[in-house]
């Protein structure tokens, strides 16, 4: 059986990725295949979909700046726009059933506000993975989107803490003392290494913290974020988060196939869904007028937006917790899986065109912009620099150091991490904290004087997106890029980067470059 599910899950994700859609589309599609064909999942799949979630958690934990969570942006964009769509699906589903459509009809004050509540949320999984594919999860609104995703996480489980007949034990205020864990989690992490021991220690961290909160009384899943929220900041973080990434996804593909086995639907209850659906836009355009009123620029506002136009596994908990209590008919469960799986096809099919619509639309969008301007949304300038360099990684300050050092060269990095930019900064860097592939950024940019723009982007599908706004304020100037793969190299230079350096297979030329000089500068001759 395991098989049968691994082969269709291939297979489904692979012919939609060929139609340049996001793989987890196959995936919903196989669970439903599965299920409507009879096939019936073991606890293997919903051992795996938990697993899955628990990782995710745990690695947005690690990345995250716990201070961004109380900035307004993030929690007032967060409570604001779910009261608004409590509201809002309160009177819409008053008023559906006043028309007596099948089952609104049924529904009172208190179950219309549940729905209200449970499409509400956005879902965490659905969201990460499509910033993950584009390469934004640290960018402006994508730190904006997850901080969002993190409140309304917040507030589902303390929801559910409250709906369920066990509450939390007194015990639970132990875990306020964790903070004092910090620096014996950090010097593990540190002994561990940076081989197989290093995941196999964010395994035992995230399960560690779920069970440590199921014992007083509080979700698994909060607990495996808040255990990695304990570590972020950290260097070894990072290098954590990037172990745990192979798994997290492998372990997802099981969240998705279970999202199909809920249940199978009947005609009635696809309709209702689809009303459901249809209110996607509403929730998107909410999120994007709150957020401007915010002063978030809309651009991040737009792109945040539209990543968050989903429903959520959290509206299924919700629902699932409101039937066993008797608050909503059963049926409602299957009919908010429905809404969650096309949500999440609605979703990936914007989001893939989410730059293009922006552009497409950017007049419009600019016109709701707030005039005043928040501390993270000022636009930097790169001096009189003649070189830029795109991304400040390891691969990125390298080429810095040596073009300003060894060539002295004007050199400016641009940097969309502002950890990372303000760390470059302190080393002695002329780095900016900007996002490149914001065509605002570079109209406020005077290229004229720039010779050189080198991406040190191992995306390469980043890199094409700078190459194009780049394009549309007309530079002129040369450009460079880094691959990992390849297959990667003729797609860029097709799109017109005039040098294409491939840095794991030239890493080798590097290294033997630097020791030859290094070994045997100023002898006459090279034994060898």
């Known amino acids: 059986m395991d098989y049968i599910w691994v082969a269709v899950a291939f297979v489904c994700g692979f012919l939609v990725k060929q139609m340049k859609l996001p793989p987890l589309v196959g995936y919903l599609a196989a669970g439903f295949g599965l299920h409507a064909l009879g096939v019936v999942p073991d606890d293997s799949l919903e051992t795996l979909s938990d697993l899955g979630v628990t990782l995710l958690l745990f690695t947005i934990g690690l990345k995250l700046d716990i201070k961004s969570l109380f900035k307004i942006e993030i929690w007032g964009g967060a409570t604001g726009h779910m009261g608004a769509i409590v509201v809002l699906t309160t009177l819409n589903c008053l008023f559906l059933a006043s028309l007596g459509v099948a089952y609104f009809i049924e529904l009172d004050l208190s179950a219309a506000a549940l729905i209200g509540f449970a499409v509400s949320f956005s879902s965490t999984v659905c969201a990460v993975k499509i910033l993950e594919e584009r390469g934004e999860l640290r960018a402006r609104h994508g730190q904006v989107a997850i901080g969002i995703l993190i409140i309304q996480d917040i507030a589902a489980v303390i929801f559910v803490t409250l709906a369920t007949d066990k509450s939390p034990s007194w015990w639970a205020l132990g875990l306020l003392a964790l903070p004092l864990a910090r620096p014996l989690l950090i010097k593990m992490l540190q002994k561990s290494g940076h081989g197989e021991l290093l995941p196999l220690a964010g395994f035992f961290l995230a399960f560690t913290g779920g069970e440590l909160f199921e014992l007083v009384g509080l979700k698994a899943h909060l607990g495996a974020l808040v255990f990695a929220m304990l570590l972020s900041g950290h260097d070894k ?216 723009i080198m991406f040190a982007m191992p995306n390469h599908r980043d890199i094409l997106e700078v190459l194009k706004q780049l394009r549309l304020v007309g530079y002129q100037g040369k450009t460079a890029g880094i691959i990992r793969y390849e297959d990667h190299k003729k797609i860029l230079l097709d799109a017109g980067v005039d040098v294409v350096f491939n840095f794991y297979q030239k890493a080798g030329t590097g290294f033997a470059d630097q020791t030859i000089q290094t070994l045997y500068a100023g002898q006459g001759d090279i034994r060898g």
Not at 301 to 321: D, H, M, P, Q, R
Not at 326 to 352: H, P, R
Request: overall charge neutral; aromatic content about 12%.
């Open 237 to 452: 973080a990072g290098e954590l988060a990037k172990s745990l990434l192979n798994f997290k996804d492998i372990f997802l593909i099981g969240f998705f196939l279970s999202i199909g086995f809920t249940a199978l639907p009947t005609v009635d209850m696809i309709g209702v869904a689809l009303i459901m659906a249809i209110a996607l836009p509403i929730k998107a355009g909410l999120f994007f007028l709150w957020l401007t009123r915010l002063k978030l620029r809309s651009r991040s506002a737009f792109l945040a937006a539209l990543s968050l136009t989903n429903y959520s596994e959290f509206g299924l908990i919700v629902c699932s917790a409101s039937v066993m209590h008797g608050l909503l008919a059963k049926e409602w469960l299957v009919i908010m899986a429905l809404a969650v799986a096309i949500s999440f096809v609605f979703s990936s099919i914007i989001n893939a065109y989410a730059h293009d619509f922006y552009a497409r639309w950017r007049k419009g969008i600019k016109r709701f912009e707030h005039t005043g301007r928040l501390s993270g949304d000022q636009f930097p300038h790169p001096g009189d620099a003649t070189i830029l360099i795109i991304g400040m990684g390891r691969v990125g300050s390298g080429a810095y150091d040596t073009l300003r050092d060894n060539q002295g060269k004007n050199v400016c990095g641009i940097e969309v991490i502002k950890g990372r930019a303000e760390a470059n900064q302190q080393e002695g860097r002329n780095v900016i904290f900007a996002d490149a592939e914001d065509p605002d950024f570079w109209e406020h940019i005077d290229l004229k004087p720039i010779d050189l």
